[in-house]
């Protein structure tokens, strides 16, 4: 079997136009479409998350110690 891959993106979410394939007229093809995860902006918002985290008044008491201990606990499942 061979394989194609191509990336395009969706202009109009009714319609799908592939061009230039590397196939013959009349040949038979199976279609599979994937959408691709949008990870560039969670990842932005992700770090935007742990920046504004990090900054609250909170977050600057806590000790190593207590780090420590709520991992153990996590893990132990307490």
Known sequence: MQAYRTKI?????????LSDLPFRSGQVVEVLVLAEEERENA????????????????????????????????????
């Open 9 to 17: 993106k969706i202009k109009n979410p009714g319609e799908l136009v």
């Open 43 to 78: 990842v932005k918002e992700l770090q935007a998350l742990f920046k504004e985290t990090q900054s609250l008044p909170q977050a600057k008491t806590i000790t190593d110690e207590e780090i420590r201990a709520e991992i153990e606990a996590y893990r132990s499942g307490k």
